[in-house]
């Protein structure tokens, strides 16, 4: 599937990740998921390795290589079934910072990006607030001119990385009165020392629990406007854009995610006997198994067909196909197919796939994320019906 994208510097490079997953992370699953937090070492030895900066440009500080080494770095990550640094990492290379690489100026590469690909600084993305996440438009947090800088008031919540960032790619209202009203937004880098900046609640979650999320407040903040990214009250059109690499990543962790339960499970099945047989040989789940396989080649073609396009995209963004719609229908299928996947696999284990000293019984809780974040079930179905017109 899509085989031939993958060139022998590909494979070489998926090694080195997965390498880098066996020693950096899945030995310290269980002490960063009881920690609720994702150490600032992995960050600086995945930036180290060159990671976190794969698919940036060498003016900002990366390797300048295609979309499939992304999708590489995402799929390792997803295997660790250590969700929750793989969101932190993630947001860090493809969430938070890709805007950057394509609207900053060399005061936000030299103050921001380059650190965030090295892992020196920690990145978060704000756009969540209380009283908005499906509908950015109705963001609250202001950002008002004064003189050469910005003044910065509200709270954004569900962040992640929300505790540890050292700066925050922020969707800020610029004109709180515009009609339409998403044509008042702007994307401001906020430096998380800026005097009146707080961080609230460390968050309680269902799963992801390596992953620390937490609101975040802001009161009187004052940041230069050289921080502004792009141009003024464009925000909305950057942040949509945005979406769609943080989308196919959501699509492929959750596609590779599952393939790799689906990998151990028939594993188990084949050691686990009852009644004088392994599980395995049962028809009922010789036949689910082969269910659950074919969704999930049917969830990776999505996603690859999404990739290559995105990959087309990011090379000649004038002349390509715009993503948007493949992209959509990858994110909503693989994210809801990960979750009957997971849940069947976890059927297959009885008992054991009930208790929390086994991995199903934490990848369970980590995948009804993916129907959620980065937009949702439902917003990616109005997104599609959009585009077809329907
Ligand atoms: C663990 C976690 C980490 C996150 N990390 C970040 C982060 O780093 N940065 C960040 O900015 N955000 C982050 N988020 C926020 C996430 O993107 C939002 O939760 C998501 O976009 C949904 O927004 P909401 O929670 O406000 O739900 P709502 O928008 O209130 O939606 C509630 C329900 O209504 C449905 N709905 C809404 N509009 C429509 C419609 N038009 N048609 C049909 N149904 C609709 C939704 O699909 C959903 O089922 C994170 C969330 C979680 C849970």
Redesign the pocket.
Known sequence: MYEERFTPEHHQYRKSVREFCDREIVPHIEAFEHNELTPRSVFEKAGAAGFLGARFSEACGGSACDFWYSVIWAEELARTHCAGTA?GLL?QSD??TPVIGALGTEVHFEEFLRPALTGQKIA??????PG?????AAIKTTARRDGDDYIIDGS???????TQADFITL?VKTKPDAQPNWSGISLILFPTDTPGFTVGRK?K?L??HS?D?AELHFDGCRVPRRFLLGEENHGFIYIMRNFQGERLVGALTAAAGARRVWERTLEYGQQRFAFGKPISKYQVWRHQLVDMVTELDAGQLLAYRAADLYDRYLKDPKNAADPTREISQAKLYCAEMAQRVVDRCLQFHGGMGYMEEYFIARVYRDTR?IS????????M??IIAKWMGI
């Open positions: 969101m947001v969430m938070a978060a993305l704000g756009i969540t607030e908005a996440g499906s509908d950015v954004k919540t569900y962040i992640t990385n929300g969707a968050l979650k799963g992801n992953s999320t994320l959620i974040g980065g937009g949702t079930s439902e917003i179905k109005e």
